[in-house]
Structures are given as structure tokens and as C-alpha cells.
């Protein structure tokens, strides 16, 4: 399907927001993703004209929203030179990362950097449509500066009372900003603080492949089953 580029901006510090016009037709679930696919690019390389993307806006939005680390490739270059009202092609959606239907059953999303985006959607769906789900998303990140939606989300967790939100730096000696929240990587402790084990909640996990892999064996570790357990792993940032 053909698009184009309605708006791009700076979410975090090396990481952009690129917005497109949602074609006729195309829908989706929170936490899915797509394939972004340049038209004619001025420049490519070996990796192609080809990136899948977490689809970070919520279904509702008239637009598709993606957020990237800017990382100095010729796909990365083009994206972020493209002017407003440039084609692009989109292809989807794709994957099943997406909120289980058992509002009974808590969910828990632990997120490493870019990985925050399929939560961003899921968390905006879920608030704007009051789903009952109760939804605890624990976010990994060096610093606030490189924390994309760091606000936005600190704001949908006062609005939505089902939503608890827990950023945790890992960092702060390289940061500038004030921080009062936690620190320190995700690990048992940081979890058990706020998540009820007792509840059956389901966990999403969602970053670096290094990051999944061990937010995986801490959960085995804590005695949760991979049968509760989903995944997304995110390279090349």
C-alpha cells in the first residue's frame, strides 16, 4: 500500500518519530508491526530498501506512527531527509505481540530502549478504549534523555487507573536531568515490588535480543512458565 509522510520529530535523543497517512483499509492491533518500503531512495545499501517497525500509534489514530533509533544507514539517512508528503510503501500488519483477551489476568511488560514501542500502542488502546486489563510496564533505559515517551506515559499512568508504570535508568552518572524514580536494571526485586506472581499475570518482553534472553531466564528463574511469557526482540537500532 502507498503512503506518505505526514510529520517527523525528535523523541529522544537519537531517536525519531515519523508519521504516515493511514491508507484505506489498513488495520491493525496494538503491538503489531509493519514493513516500511522506500520509493526510488536517493541512496541504499546491502541491508535494502526494506525495515520492519513496531507500529507505535494506537489503532484509532488516523495515522501509522513509527520511532527509530537514527542509526547511520542509507535507509536510516533517507528517512529522516524525507520531506512531508514524500511516497512511501507500507506492508502489513504482521505478528502477534498483541494484549491477551483475559482481562482476569494481569499483564506485564518489560521493555529495554526502542522496545517501548508496541507498549506505547498497547497501553494507548487499552486507555482509550477502558479495557479493564490491568497493565504494569516496567521500561529499561540508560538515561531519561534517551527515554522515548518517557512523559507521555508518566501521564496515561495518572490517567488510567489500570495502568502502572515503572521507568527504571540504569545511568544516571552520564545523565543531565533530575530523576526520582528507580535505578538499576530490571531484575526480581524491582518486579516483585509490583507485580502480584500470585495473579497469573502474562509478561511481554520487549528490547535488545541480550536483554529479552535475560529478562526470560529471570522470569524461569522467579518460576513463570514460557507458556506466560510473549516476545519481541529488536535489532539493529
Not at 98 to 105: I, K, Q, S, V
Not at 229 to 236: A, D, L
Amino acid at each position: 500500500m502507498k503512503t506518505t509522510l505526514t510529520g517527523k520529530k525528535e523523541v529522544a535523543e537519537g531517536t525519531m518519530l515519523f508519521s504516515f497517512a493511514k491508507p484505506e483499509g489498513f488495520e491493525y492491533m496494538a503491538g503489531q508491526s509493519l514493513d516500511l518500503i522506500l520509493v526510488n531512495p536517493p541512496e541504499t545499501d546491502d541491508e535494502g530498501n526494506k525495515r520492519a517497525f513496531s507500529i507505535t500509534s494506537d489503532p484509532s489514530s488516523p495515522e501509522l506512527k513509527i520511532a527509530t533509533r537514527m542509526r547511520d544507514t542509507a535507509f536510516k539517512r533517507v528517512l529522516r531527509d524525507m520531506g512531508e508528503g514524500t511516497e512511501i510503501e507500507v506492508e502489513g500488519p504482521f505478528g502477534s505481540f498483541t494484549l491477551h483477551e483475559n482481562a482476569a489476568r494481569p499483564a506485564v511488560f518489560l521493555a529495554g530502549g526502542i522496545g517501548i514501542t508496541p507498549f506505547h500502542a498497547m497501553v494507548h488502546d487499552a486507555t482509550t478504549r477502558k479495557l479493564p486489563n490491568k497493565i504494569i510496564l516496567f521500561y529499561s533505559n540508560r538515561r531519561p534523555e534517551d527515554a522515548t515517551f518517557l512523559e507521555g506515559l508518566t501521564r496515561q499512568a495518572s490517567e488510567n487507573p489500570n495502568f502502572t508504570f515503572v521507568p527504571t535508568m540504569t545511568d544516571m552518572e552520564k545523565s543531565k536531568a533530575e530523576w526520582s524514580g528507580a535505578t538499576g536494571y530490571i531484575d526480581e526485586a524491582l518486579v516483585k515490588k509490583h507485580v502480584d506472581l500470585a495473579a497469573s499475570p502474562i509478561f511481554y518482553l520487549a528490547g535488545p535480543a541480550g536483554m529479552v534472553a535475560a529478562m526470560r531466564k529471570m522470569l524461569n528463574d522467579m518460576g513463570v512458565s514460557n507458556d506466560d511469557i510473549r516476545t519481541e526482540e529488536f535489532s539493529g537500532y
